[in-house]
């Protein structure tokens, strides 16, 4: 079957590092992602990394894939207050219509 | 270039009652879908539309009807609202593996 899963509640400190974890079963999966909901908003999209890909950077934004084990993190470094949100996951397959599935969501909380 | 809208922002609906979701986009893409999110679910995708002129199902398509109007336009249906489809309604829009763009949602309550 197709599932990503994520931890629900990650809190961290202000400046110090965040890593938000996700696992997925679909090994015919093509493109990983991250998008960020603030409260009340759409997602928005972070940053994504392609299956071939082992690491990607952006900025403060580090996405390590580790695809024997299915395992995706997002690594935020120096985390600030206006990086609380909800971190979604989600991976598409190679299909007609390029279903992107998506994890339950992992909230983020910057303690000041 | 306004991306993603969607209206209404907020509905509340009676049970049995119907209402339309709109979504447009002016990204010029092929690709369009209706999400639903709930606590603790994630996003469910609900219908989506690959190109102008065709729909399908996804998820969870029982109790919505879908129209891709043209190609700017996806519109969501709900003919006779239930209590089980209070939730936050997402419409997305996509060109390639990389870009799918989210609207800001349409939060509906049904009583």
């Known amino acids: 079957g197709e599932d990503v899963e994520q931890s629900l509640f990650l809190s961290v400190r202000e400046g110090d590092s965040s890593v938000i974890n996700c696992t997925y079963t679909?090994?015919?999966?093509?493109?990983l992602y991250w998008y960020k909901q603030e409260p009340g908003a759409g997602l928005q999209l972070l940053t994504y990394?392609?299956?071939?890909?082992d690491m990607k950077q952006d900025q403060r934004l580090t996405v390590l894939l580790n695809k024997k084990d299915k395992h995706l993190s997002l690594r935020i470094a120096d985390t600030q207050t206006g990086d609380s949100a909800i971190y979604f996951c989600a991976e598409s397959r190679p299909g007609g219509y390029q279903k992107v599935t998506f994890g339950t969501g992992t909230k983020l909380q910057v303690i000041p | 270039n306004a991306g993603v809208t969607q209206t209404p922002k907020f509905q509340v609906l009676k049970t049995g009652q119907s209402m339309t979701l709109q979504c447009a986009q002016d990204m010029n893409h092929n690709s369009m879908y209706w999400y639903r999110q709930d606590p603790g679910m994630g996003l469910r995708l609900i219908y989506y539309s690959a190109s102008e002129g065709t729909t399908d199902k996804g998820e969870v398509p029982n109790g919505y009807n879908v129209s891709r109007l043209n190609k700017r336009e996806f519109s969501l249906r709900l003919e006779s609202a239930a209590p089980s489809q209070t939730s936050v309604y997402f419409c997305?829009?996509?060109?390639?593996?990389?870009?799918?763009?989210f609207g800001p949602g349409t939060r509906l309550t049904v009583l």
């Open positions: 679909d090994s015919s999966s093509t493109y």
């Open positions: 990394i392609f299956s071939n890909m």
């Open positions: 997305a829009s996509r060109l390639t593996e990389d870009t799918q763009y």
